[in-house]
């Protein structure tokens, strides 16, 4: 080849050569930098921000506390708890609940509830004369409006066959229609579950025979129980109450406003509606309805005194504060409503001087501290003696090696549920496990659930938790609960679905 064209070619092998290398290291270098620049989604380890959410989500077992300072305490004793088992020993139970919520009265809750689950946690292990295995506790975290619940299923799904040997969930939080996909989802991947304030009569097994959430047990009584309850205690009739409910309704308000409607079937007064927003938490424009509505109920006959309210508590306290303003104060009304009425206590925007103007408003709360200790003993359905137990439990948590867990709230009954829920996990872990042995099956768990009653029943700080076949809580007491002006509440009296205790034996009837 002749010189100068070897010297050409070579140029322009040169300057292909360079293009080729440029683009490479430019190409190196954007992927480089995309690398730095990606954001890094993780939160603590099994907790991440799912894409285009804020959120951290997810399973965690160490002391993350998913950036809410009121649950930093309880988070640290779980995790000084957990540190202290030896690998092997243990199976795990995660704690559903909204950690990442922002509502103040939702926050106080799952503070509660986190508490009392911690503290059935720690008397399992330390309290219960060496019985296996030993309980470890992870907190689950679904959203704040369990939006994410599939990601966070998809995790506890894992750790039933890893080292976790997660063996059921507790807690789940409200009766929402994404909690309701999360525990269909949990109970079809074979995961018990163990529900604490859940009482929506269509989150529970047993609905006209069937069981679409199997290994499903709770401790509350469903929204049927508790408004027989409250009309048994009140004597509500047909001609003396008008209801008021949320359209079209959420698991919780659906089935109470169903079972109110049902109490007072034949009403002269047809009921009436407001619709709140999607998301229950937020104010919406639902005063301006509950103004108008109080026109309607003052426009009944004399006589008419009781209002049942099928709603959550953000619409109940508008409504209540609309009461509160109403032209007929000269009659006396009683606001009627489910567990709901607890966030309440201590709400800042219940205007408490409604209160004082002819008008009582009572709920049917899960538990409270008084109910037992102001029944008289010997009452079936509970004892005092169980709620002390945890109390002295409580005393001793404000310090080590126990504590400390924080500011302690008994009056919402939240810790109190929670810790029963807990204990009734631990009580189907323990009963499913072989003799001799540290792991139950995971099938076996959720099979427990029917024999829990008569004397293998749980003997709960909120009252006997006898079980059903369906895994329901048979004939619960259920606490009477007033609000009060001074921004407690008070305890009325202990109610009953079937109108009276369980008889001793605490077995359900067919």
Known sequence: MPRRLREFWSIRLYRYVTIVVSAALVVGVVIGVRVLLAEDRSC???????????????????????????????????????????????????????????????LRDVQHELQGAYLAQWQANHAANGQTPAIRLVLANPGATSAHWDL?????????????????????GNSTEANKAAVAELTARGIPVVGASITADDL??????????????????????????????????????????????????????????????????????????ADRSQEGTTANTFRQITHLVCDTTPGTDTILFAGRHIQLRQFINALGGRGCQDRKFTVLTGDEGSYLEGDKGLDRTALSRNLTVRYSA????????????????????????????????????????????????????????MTLAVKGIREATPEGGTLPPLADVGLQWPQVKGSLRVSGASGWICLDAHGNPYDKAVP??????DGGNRFVRIAWPEGKPPARECLPPS
């Open 366 to 421: 899960l538990a409270h501290p008084d109910a037992w200790t102001s029944t008289p003993a010997g009452t079936p359905g509970g004892s005092a003696a169980d709620m002390n137990n945890l109390i002295d439990l409580i005393t001793r948590a404000a310090r080590e090696p126990i504590g400390p867990i924080g500011e302690i709230g008994l009056d919402d009954g939240q810790l109190i549920i929670g810790y029963d829920a």
């Open 152 to 172: 966070m299923v998809d995790r506890l799904d894992e750790m039933t066959r890893s080292e976790d040997r997660l063996r059921a969930v507790a807690g789940v």
């Open 44 to 106: 603590a380890d099994g907790v991440e921000r799912p894409p285009g959410s804020s959120e951290c989500v997810g399973v965690t077992a160490s002391a993350y506390d998913f950036g809410r300072p009121q649950l930093r305490d309880p988070v640290r004793a779980i995790a000084r708890e957990n540190a202290s088992l030896k690998k092997g020993s243990y199976v795990t139970v995660a704690l559903m609940l909204p950690y990442t919520a922002t509502a103040p009265s939702t």
């Open 204 to 277: 529970a097994n047993g609905q006209r025979g069937r069981d679409p959430f199997p290994g499903l047990a709770r401790v509350a009584p469903t929204n049927t129980d508790e408004a027989r309850a409250l009309a048994s205690f009140a004597k509500v009739g047909a001609g003396k109450a008008i209801l008021v409910y949320d359209k079209p309704g959420d698991p919780y308000t659906r089935t109470l406003q169903d079972s109110f409607a049902a109490l007072i079937k034949g009403s002269p007064y047809e009921p009436q509606p407001f619709t709140p927003p």
């Open 480 to 485: 009477i609960v007033e609000l009060t002006t």
